[in-house]
């Protein structure tokens, strides 16, 4: 973890937060199916396509307000965005983003 950390992978006392801003959700009919962003990640800002495998929405029976959850993933190129640690030695770029979401809605 502590090597994950350092200024050789992740550099998080530069760099703590990795953040992804959406611009567009991709509808097949009434299904939500994607989302079109940018993920900023050691300074360095890339489109970042995130489909979605599952999404729902329901009324939460203790809290009496809507609740959805989702499901995405993606594939991102780490070099792309600085992190080539153990590329020459024979590691992947390629890194599968899998990503779970829970939301409440706030009352108006």
Avoid: W
Wanted: charged letters at 25%; a positive charge.
């Amino acid at each position: 973890n502590e090597k994950a950390r350092g200024d050789e992978m992740f550099n998080v006392a530069k760099f703590p937060t990795i953040v992804y801003k959406s611009n567009a959700l991709k509808f097949d009919g009434d299904k939500l199916v994607g989302v079109d962003g940018e993920m900023t990640m050691l300074g360095v800002t890339k489109p970042m396509a995130l489909k979605i495998t599952h999404f729902k929405c329901l009324m939460h029976p203790l809290l009496k307000r809507e609740v959805c959850g989702a499901d995405a993933e993606a594939v991102i190129n780490r070099a792309d965005f600085g992190v080539d640690y153990a590329l020459g030695m024979g590691f992947k770029p390629q890194v599968k983003l899998l990503i779970s979401i829970e939301a409440i809605k706030n009352p108006s």
